[in-house]
């Protein structure tokens, strides 16, 4: 059965949305996000056995029963990360995250035995920085961004809002939606890429922290940095899952008619 794949922006809306936070609600983010990906089938009538043969994991369908999950199981959380495009996440790792590696930021459930929408997004945002950095150096990245983790108004950008930026301004980035992030000025004959892609996608972050008027400027330079590479390791995540692709391609398909064909 085809799997139901959102987009990081997608589920970065959808999250907002349950919050309380956007224009659509999360059925509506959900039903767009599926339409874009079939659409060949609305337009011929048949969206109704398109989605029939899409595979829904239960939190969707308590979403779409509901329009809202009121927290998420840990499991909920696996579960709705694997919906995220070129994403693979497993249950032992967030375990590790939320018991150990980032305990004092996840902290305990917020939502009576269930994860709050934030918890989510903050286990979504280590699950992208993961691709580019060590837990260490996310660890320090957060010092900075959550400060006090007992105290969500001391936050530079918090974490759904931190989600939302990112991904937001990644797509932008990805007009063409080709999952490279488009650079304009670059040709033949033109050298330093790597130079002008790095003032691009700064340019980008500059943009989205100069109009958030409650930080000072060295923690907009340090949100500004935090976007920066969120962005890269989302580009990262693309080719991570790339390579995936072509290691088991490479290991299921080898020998594949025996030693001796």
């Not at 269930?114 to 945002?125: E, R």
């Not at 957060?142 to 937001?168: C, H, R």
């Not at 691009?200 to 500004?224: F, M």
Request: proline content about 4%; aromatic content about 10%; overall charge negative.
């Amino acid at each position: 059965m085809e799997t139901f794949t959102l987009t990081r922006k997608e589920m970065a809306i959808m999250l907002l949305s349950m919050k309380g936070r956007a224009t659509k609600t999360p059925i509506t983010v959900l039903r767009e996000a599926w339409k874009k990906n079939h659409r060949t089938d609305v337009e011929q009538g048949t969206p109704l056995s398109a989605f029939l043969s899409t595979h829904l994991p239960p939190v969707l369908e308590k979403m779409i029963k509901n329009d809202s999950v009121g927290g998420f199981s840990l499991l909920d959380i696996v579960s709705l990360g694997n919906q995220i495009e070129y994403t693979n996440v497993s249950i032992t790792s967030m375990q590790n995250w939320v018991k150990r590696d980032f305990k004092d930021f996840l902290g305990s459930p917020k939502e009576g035995k269930k994860y709050s929408i934030d918890q989510a997004a903050m286990l979504f945002i280590i699950d992208d920085l993961k691709n580019c950095l060590d837990f260490e150096s996310i660890r320090k990245l957060f010092q900075i961004t959550f400060q006090q983790p007992d105290d969500e108004t001391d936050d530079l950008l918090g974490p759904t809002d931190l989600y939302v930026a990112y991904n937001s301004l990644f797509e932008e980035m990805d007009a063409n939606n080709d999952q490279l992030l488009d650079v304009q000025g670059h040709g033949a004959g033109k050298p330093n890429y790597d130079a002008l892609t790095e003032s691009t996608i700064r340019h980008k972050a500059d943009q989205y922290v100069y109009n958030l008027s409650h930080l000072n400027p060295q923690q907009k330079e340090a949100l500004r940095n935090l976007l920066f590479i969120s962005m890269v390791s989302v580009q990262t995540a693309y080719f991570h899952s790339l390579a995936r692709r072509y290691l088991n391609g490479t290991l299921f398909l080898h020998n594949l008619h025996g030693p001796n064909d």
